[in-house]
């Protein structure tokens, strides 16, 4: 088997092209200060940091069809590198092992044949430490090639790998957060930050005048091909509450038997609380009289004054249902956003290390802390034109059957998200950090 | 068991209540020129003439739990009229049979338990004779009450049965062409008119202006609530084909391995291609050189210049992908309907007896042949409110996971589609009369 | 279509035979006292008897896999005797139907495609009247043929049909039962005649010594080739008790929790009353605080007397282990039905017309009532051979998985069962009306 | 978390009972030269050697519902030892965690609830280095309780616990035989020795001359519960081939269409060939025109005079049909077993560390290479008594649906078999090392 020793330049000669400076060009997006060699390094280290604290074992167990290994995560990553752009671009790479193609594929099929996602958790090998050398071999070119000047869509490649691996990121806290929900033991990812319990206050409703508003994203730094194109909605009048909805009220929607009141539920979901023995949100539990979470600190008694997560599409609409309210478009959401006060308390995004929802005051950002499903499905936008080539793949073909969340949540890598940023997952997916915000008619 | 010499009034003396005139006010849609009790009179014959040429057998079978039996279709769109409205207003009503509740409710949590959707084709009894008795008795009863000066949200109810049973007319044809399909006899229906084969002419484009549009019921006659409110929408311009896909273009997709290249679908598409082993649209099979179709009137050749129908949605989006076009939404297809021109050829509904789509010219209707699946998830309208009572679970709780098509079929009930109609199913179904217009950017 | 007024002979001029002789050998099983075509005859009549009372829709129905619909029984046992004689040994023989030769074949192989077992609900054509059509066209051209001197294969074969379509009355009336038991109108298949409530006596041992026995078919009269050949088995001594296991024992079992206790059960088993949510005997549901049964009759209380019927193996092998017993081998239970006294209570077969197990006396019958589970596997008896051809898959392909049952029971022909016969069924079947009779070691 | 330095005694002050003898009697079964606590130690020394080549991820994965991880295994040994011996028979002992009571139950439903089976593939922690903690602080304890002098029972209790390690040393190259096998890299457990690739002479058989024979453990050395009690069987005259069926005849099987003719097999056997897509044996493949097989030490030529190895009981049956053979009944293979020749070539069981079938002479052991089906469903033999406890579990619940194996194989520790062992796998199993003999009517 391939070894990280190798140079991944079979072609020991390759020039080190000192005048590539394409590479340097600094970023409009994220944090935006360094190179998008520094950004390389920067978020390649952030996926290590997050799988530092699990063993081999707990990187190689697959807990459910939805959820990757962190091996396979780590690996993944790195495969979107050498696929579009070390097999493309560098000349003389080497691959580090030829099955990697095919085991570490995840959807794309212009690249090939692909192992099947359910099965992930079924390859022990390569372990941890063959997938650590895989990525130092893809760095090693990665840094190479870095240093070139890059056409603009080679620049553009990098910069999607980058979103690509930060996406992961979120991916490698949600899924392992459900492997250790699985275990009978209970076991923690790491320590959370202790947060004083508190009571959230109400919420208050900020309105919206409605008529046409601008949808998508403007051009200005990176942003997938589903934020585009920018385009003109109408709107009615409308309003958003000022925060999303919290535990405590959920409580209030669980003890007026919410979860037993089939006039609440969309005919699918109500079919989903039946097959799955809904009665609250996804790691509750009721114990010694009261609500327990499991988190990623292990479980925990659940904070009233925390927004919600772990819930539903048909759960939050349940919920809005019995709140005589509804969940807002995400033409509405991100009308909101875009008028929302910058003064709001800074957002809990990943790098609080939070790792948790926290309380939320009256007002609280649009954005962190959970994800908040839209009534909206999942699809393009008028005039959508997908990447060319099997990178096009990457959020056209899934326009069907999901729901579009947004804002981000307390595991999303800073400077991921944007106002234009469209999650989505199946109406019945709980794993996600997935709360909700109430809307309104006017 | 109760029979149909017995009265449907227990108590003998109910008053005739010559002066009830309301069951009379003449109504504003479909034929629109009897009374309520004579369209009554007129929609109940008509499901009983599309029975008629069922055996017993044949209006037992259940070949998929999509699919309802005939007699239990008979029965439910019987035991909707004597649930909501004999029951609650026609004092003294002796129900039919203490069963029938439960057996016959198809989805209505608020009436009660009810027996197992998927399990109607086990239950023998009662037998065809005996939904035809139960038929008789409310149907007494009916007339009786429409005797009667109407509340508005009487005759709003009745109104509502009256379509609810339409819409199970064209139910009771899509279903008994599944059940019948699945038999090796391969049994026809009815034997089905001749129509000279013809090749179609090439589609013309019809360009729309876009801009705010209009979209929904304007209140003038009977709709459903799913049609409301009217409301503006803002539209792109855009194109629609003046005629709707046909076979011919369907076989040029199916030899370019329409079905065999994934990257022409959406992931739940492919996944369906696969999992479903499709190869064509549902009920075509490939013998002896050349195309059949199982039709009402048993197999025949394909017709290259009908329209293509008994496509899914993921194979319409797919064709379309294929074409260079897109499915339009339901707006746009709202809006290009409104401006149809009036002098398009008579649409093709069940009242031409032809129960097939028929071949296409240039230009033809946006109604009638097969119903056009559009790119838009079934959601509901900006202010959508349901209406009360159970009733109000007939539209809203359906509205995720299915997509809306527009403009009725070859079996839909002449009369009870509207330009601002909205059919739904999910994605993957086949069964009904499906098929597709295309749409252009502009 | 073809019809049933057509000759089933396409050459007219086939010769009367009158010398033919062998087909009038009077058989030595079952009542025995009529030609092989007097026994056609009546055998054939007996089927038309029983579905007399059932109407086209109750003959339509298939209920679960296992379950076939009454009209396929009976076009099935016709396509035996056209299949397996008349297109063999009729010359000049035309087939009814040509589809019907896939449409009816059960399980062979070796004759062909078969329409798949738990799709036969879905076929509503050939519907009861083609049906009898069928049955008259096949019973004319087998009066030609029985009129003929027949080869002593052809005897066979034609005896087989015989047996056969006893086994198919059986499963008509078994069948039938779990159809109208999904039906919440719970139908009676016919009334059922009264019989006294009554107090079963206490059971008594019969002992036998054990030693070597012979078991199998000695050869006289007719047997199914699984019976054979004739071998000797070593028993240990044991014990039999005299009489099935009753009602209001098994309803002892589940007053001490027989069905909430682990140790009691196979490890399948258990699992089975997980999945299943077996809490008693299939049919039984406890009402106002008593137990019911479905019957043939409808519902009914259980007689505290009766044999418990509609209990799987490893019902019954819980049972034992409960009481302390175990079942016996088919073996033991053989040799003890060799040795029974003869002064028995006559037994309770179909030809009784109670189609219910009756109440026990303190000894009673090895035969009738109820099918006694054996503890043996069904499997082949040394030096088993299968019979030649496409018959020969009629047991030795099901010689896995399956466990044997002795004796008959209430809806099994008189003259059907012997004591060397093996019924078989897999462990989790409920279905079949079985129960259990107590073996002891001594 | 409990550690490994703590002692497993809470009781410090517990005697050390130099007096004891009882745990160094000398066993008559096994190897048989030490003291119990010596076999202890080898034994759990063994299970230690199997792991070692195996990392943290490969011990952790589940490949299948039937399939445990490795680490698994090695708890749940200990677990044994653990729940019925120390916390029953060591005063003192403290558990080394609360929850591996439910964690390593594999079935015993008298020690209460336990984790699901299929999903010991999600539980990451406890990870490889606690597994060896616990395997420590259990040896620790035991080391202390074979001090002393042990009741008859408590010696059968550990001799128990000793031999269900031998059966999950089998399982632990078994399973992970399984799960590398679903690994695309194709991994190897360890380099196999090489063997000469020979081709196997041609059988011969050996007759027995039936009549009663005696079946079942005589007493002497351990036996397990389902081996008892000895008892008569008559046998009709028969004879056993001398060597197993090779790989060569397999493949002359597959070359005549064996995996495609329903007429060889059993109705379960031809549906699982069709649900399972069967064309040869488990972990065979066809590549570049020749048979390849996955072996322990990777892909290898599969070696014709191999005895042929994972082949399902549908299929040795299907095998032998084809042959005009029969598989052995268990008591056949048993009485031949006890006549076999002493001077036959030694056995390759796990001790040989070959870990692979070897090629066979004309005559070889019964012993070892491969687990030999039989034509016996497992069921108890007459007379047989569970042992008491919870430990009665062990064997007598699985007694359905399974089919009896003798003679070990190549992965198969050494002393761990007898004549009289029973091992059991459900027909359709095929990734134990079972192969076949064949039986011949005489």
């Keep these: 088997m391939a070894s990280s020793t190798t140079s991944p330049i079979g072609n020991a000669s390759g020039s080190p092209r000192p005048d590539g400076v394409a590479g340097r060009v600094s970023t409009t997006s994220g944090k935006g200060t360094g190179t998008l060699a520094d950004r390389y390094r920067s978020v390649r280290e952030l996926t290590e940091t997050l799988a530092a604290p699990l063993s081999p074992e707990d990187q190689t167990v697959q807990s459910m069809p939805d959820v990757s290994p962190t091996k396979w995560h780590r690996a993944h990553v790195s495969w979107f590198f050498e696929t579009f752009i070390l097999r493309e671009s560098l000349s003389g790479y080497r691959a580090f092992h030829p099955v990697y193609e095919y085991l570490f594929n995840s959807y794309y099929e212009g690249v090939g044949d692909r192992y099947p996602r359910p099965r992930r ?91 046409m508003v601008d949808v998508g994203h403007d051009g200005q730094g990176f942003a997938f091909d589903n934020e585009s194109p920018r385009h003109g909605e109408f709107l009615e009048p409308f309003a958003l509450e000022a925060r999303p909805v919290t535990c405590a009220e959920w409580m209030a929607f669980i003890d007026d038997a919410g979860y037993r009141r089939p006039e609440l539920w969309l005919s699918d979901g109500w079919a989903a609380v039946k097959t799955e023995n809904w009665e609250a949100p996804e790691y509750w539990s009721w114990v010694d009289d009261r609500w327990w979470s499991f988190t990623l600190g292990g479980p925990k008694h659940v904070d009233p004054a925390e927004p919600v997560c772990h819930v539903s599409y048909y759960e939050a609409d349940a919920y809005a249902r019995w709140a005589g309210a509804r969940l807002p478009t995400e033409a509405e959401w991100e009308a909101a956003a875009a008028f929302a006060p910058r003064s709001l308390p800074r957002s809990n995004f990943l790098d609080t290390r939070v790792l948790h929802p926290r309380p939320v005051g009256a007002q609280s950002s649009m954005f962190g802390d959970v994800w908040q499903w839209t009534s909206s499905s999942y699809s393009p936008y008028p005039g959508f034109r997908p990447a060319e080539g099997a990178v096009g793949e990457y959020n056209g073909k899934f326009m069907v059957n999901q729901y579009v969340l947004r804002g981000g949540c307390c595991v999303t890598p800073e400077g991921h998200v944007r106002p234009t940023y469209r999650n989505f997952f199946p109406p019945a997916a709980r794993w996600a950090f997935s709360g909700l915000r109430l809307a309104h008619d006017l």
């Design 121 to 211: 958790g079924v390859v022990s090998r390569p372990g941890v430490s063959e997938v650590t050398a895989y990525r130092a071999h893809v760095d090693e070119a990665m840094d190479m090639f870095l240093e070139r000047r890059l056409e603009p869509d080679q620049y553009y490649l990098v910069d999607l790998g980058l979103h690509h691996e930060q996406q992961h990121q979120e991916l490698v806290l949600m899924d392992i957060k459900h492997v250790l929900s699985c275990n009978p033991i209970q076991p923690a990812y790491t320590t959370l930050q202790a947060v004083e319990p508190s009571v959230g206050p109400s919420s208050e409703l900020v309105e919206h005048a409605g008529g």
